[in-house]
C-alpha cells in the first residue's frame, strides 16, 4: 500500500513539475522582445535555421522550416543584454521556439551579436512572447490586422482583391516576401466596396504602407444585388490618380485622389450617361486601433475597434463636347449646392474573428463600420478551410445618390495561398 502511494505521489509530482515548465511565460519586467523588419537580416536568419535542418535532419520534426509569412523575434533579458534568451520564428498560432543554447548553435557570434544591436537596424516591440499559450491572442490580432493593411500568406485571390507576394532579395520563390503586388477594387472603409466605387487600385506594399495608382474599373459585373431602390443599377464613375496607406503602430491612414477618366473608358461610364458622371476625387480616412479584449465582459474572439474621421469628396460633370465641365444639377431632382460635394465625419469601424483554429485562422470574420452621416457597412466571412472562404456584404446610405443604391448587397469569395 505504501509502495502505491508512493508511486503515485512520485508520479503526480513529475506531472506537477512537466507542468510547471510547460507553463513557463516571459515576465514583461525581466525581458523585452521585437520583431526583426530589415530585410538583410531576416533573410541570413532564415538561411541559418534552413542550413542548420539541413545538417541535422534528425531535427527537422522539432524545428519548422521558415516561411514567407513568418516572423522573426529577439527576446533578450534585461539582466544579460550580451546574450538572445530566445528567438521565436514563426506566424498565425504556430511558432518555433529556439532556446539559447541552440541559438548559439544555429547563429554565428557576428550575427548574433549583429542582432542584439537594435538600434543599428529597423525592429518593432512585440508583446507576443508575453501574452501565454504562443501568444495567442496577439496572434489573432495580427491576424486581424493583415487583413487590411498586409497579406496573412503569399498569395490573395479575391473578387475585392488580389495579392501576389514577390521578394527584393532573391529571385528563388523559398526566400522571403518583403513586397507585394496589389490590385484593388472599390474601398469598403469608405463605404464603396467592390465595383461601386468605379476604380481599381493597383500597387505595392509591405507590412507598413501601400502606395498605388488608381484608373477606371475595366468591368461592371454586379456580384450582388441592389436591395433599394430595384429597378436602378448605380456607380461611381472611375478616373485616373493615385493613392496612399499606412499602418504604423495604432496608427491607420489612407489618402487619394482621382481626375475624371476619359469618355473612351467605357467601363467606367457604362451606369451612367454622359451628362451625369460623379467622380470620388479626393479622400482620406484616418483612425486608431484598439484591442477590446480587456475590455469586453464575454470571450466573442477577437474584437478590434477603429475610431477615427473621414472625408471624401464627389465632383459633379458633364461631357460637352469631349470635354468635362462642371455640374450643379442632379438628375434626382434636387441640385446640389456646388459641383463638388464634401462628405466628412467621424468613423467607426468594429472588426473580429472568432478564436483562431490549429491551422492558424478564424473560422468566422466580421465587420460592422459606420460613417456618421453618410453609411453603414457589414460583413460576414465564413472561412471553409485556411485557404478557402465567402463572403457577404451590406451596404446602407443614410441619403439616396445619383451613383449609389441606398442599400445593396454583395457576395464574394477569397483563395489565399502559400508557395
Known amino acids: ?25 516571459l515576465d514583461p519586467l525581466k525581458f523585452e522582445a521585437w520583431v526583426v523588419e530589415y530585410p538583410g537580416y531576416r533573410l541570413l536568419i532564415k538561411n541559418a535555421i534552413i542550413n542548420y535542418r539541413d545538417m541535422n535532419p534528425d531535427e527537422q520534426a522539432d524545428i519548422h522550416e521558415p516561411k514567407t509569412s513568418d516572423k522573426y523575434i529577439i527576446v533578450r533579458s534585461y539582466m544579460k543584454k550580451g546574450d538572445i534568451y530566445q528567438l ?3 506566424s498565425g498560432s504556430k511558432f518555433t521556439i529556439l532556446d539559447r543554447k541552440k541559438v548559439e548553435w544555429i547563429f554565428g557570434k557576428t550575427l548574433r551579436e549583429t542582432l542584439l ?23 489573432a490580432i495580427d491576424y486581424l490586422n493583415n487583413l487590411t493593411t498586409w497579406s496573412n500568406t503569399d498569395l ?5 482583391r488580389v495579392v501576389s507576394g514577390v521578394s527584393i532579395l532573391s529571385p528563388k520563390s523559398t526566400e522571403a516576401a518583403d513586397y507585394s503586388v496589389v490590385a484593388r477594387w472599390g474601398n469598403e472603409q469608405l463605404g464603396y466596396p467592390y465595383r461601386s466605387l468605379g476604380l481599381i487600385n493597383i500597387g505595392v506594399l509591405n507590412r507598413f504602407f501601400e502606395l498605388g495608382v488608381q484608373m477606371p474599373t475595366v468591368t461592371t459585373y454586379l456580384n450582388g444585388m441592389v436591395i433599394e431602390p430595384t429597378d436602378v443599377d448605380r456607380s461611381l464613375n472611375g478616373g485616373w490618380g ?17 481626375t475624371p477618366a476619359h469618355e473612351s473608358d467605357a467601363a467606367s461610364l457604362a451606369l451612367t450617361d454622359s451628362a451625369n458622371v460623379n467622380v470620388m476625387s479626393l479622400s482620406y480616412l484616418f483612425n486608431f486601433s484598439l484591442h477590446l479584449k480587456e475590455i469586453l465582459p464575454f470571450d466573442i474572439g477577437t474584437v478590434v475597434l477603429k475610431p477615427g474621421i473621414f472625408s471624401y469628396r464627389v465632383a459633379h460633370r458633364s461631357i460637352v463636347a ?14 446640389y449646392d456646388s459641383a463638388d460635394t464634401d462628405y ?8 473580429g474573428i472568432s478564436k483562431l483554429t490549429t491551422g492558424g485562422f478564424p473560422r468566422l470574420e466580421y465587420t460592422a463600420q459606420l460613417l456618421v452621416g453618410d453609411s453603414f457597412l457589414t460583413s460576414v466571412t465564413a472561412n471553409i478551410n485556411g485557404k478557402f472562404g465567402v463572403s457577404a456584404t451590406y451596404v446602407q446610405f443614410i441619403e439616396e445618390h445619383e451613383w449609389a443604391p441606398l442599400q445593396a448587397a454583395y457576395f464574394g469569395a477569397r483563395i489565399s495561398l502559400n508557395p
Do not use: H, P
Open 1 to 25: 500500500m505504501k509502495y502505491k502511494i508512493l508511486k503515485t505521489s512520485s508520479f503526480l509530482f513529475f506531472v506537477f513539475l512537466s507542468y510547471l515548465f510547460a507553463q513557463e511565460e
Open 88 to 90: 521565436w520564428f514563426g
Open 117 to 139: 544591436d537594435r538600434e543599428g537596424y529597423f525592429s518593432n516591440d512585440t508583446r507576443i512572447v508575453f501574452m501565454g499559450e504562443g501568444g495567442k491572442e496577439q496572434k
Open 156 to 160: 490573395v485571390l479575391g473578387l475585392d
Open 242 to 258: 493615385g493613392y496612399g496607406r499606412f499602418s504604423l503602430k495604432k496608427f491607420n491612414g489612407q489618402i487619394s485622389f482621382t
Open 322 to 335: 469631349e470635354k468635362y465641365v462642371d455640374r450643379t444639377t442632379n438628375s434626382l431632382g434636387n441640385d
Open 344 to 351: 466628412r465625419g467621424l468613423f467607426l469601424r468594429l472588426e
